[in-house]
C-alpha cells in the first residue's frame, strides 16, 4: 500500500496528524509507523507518561528501537552492516508518525 500512498504524496496529500496524547498523566498504548510504508512500524507498547518531558522521551526510545531493528542487516557471518546511514535516518524521522489506540 505504501506505493500508493507515495503517489498520492506526490499529488499533494498530506501525512496524517502523529497521535499526542490528550492530557498528563497519559497511559496508553501507541505505536511508530511509517505513513508512506506500513511494514515500518514497531509493535504497540504500553506506556504510562506524566509529563510531555516523559513523552517526547518515550518517542526517542521507540524510534532509536525502531532504528536498530530496521537500520542494521545481520550477514550470515555475523557481520552487522548499516542500511541507513545518519542522513537517511534523519530523513526517515520526519516520515514516523505516532499512532495510538
Known sequence: MGF???????????????????????????????WEYDRLSTGWWRVAVNSPVEWEAKIREMREGMRRHFGFLLTKDGRMIPRWNDRTWAGMQNSLIVEGR
Not at 4 to 30: H, Q, V, W
Open 4 to 34: 500508493f500512498r507515495k503517489l498520492l504524496r506526490n499529488a499533494g496529500l498530506a501525512p496524517p496528524e502523529s497521535f499526542a496524547p490528550p492530557g498528563f498523566p497519559f497511559t496508553g498504548e501507541i505505536r511508530l509507523l511509517h
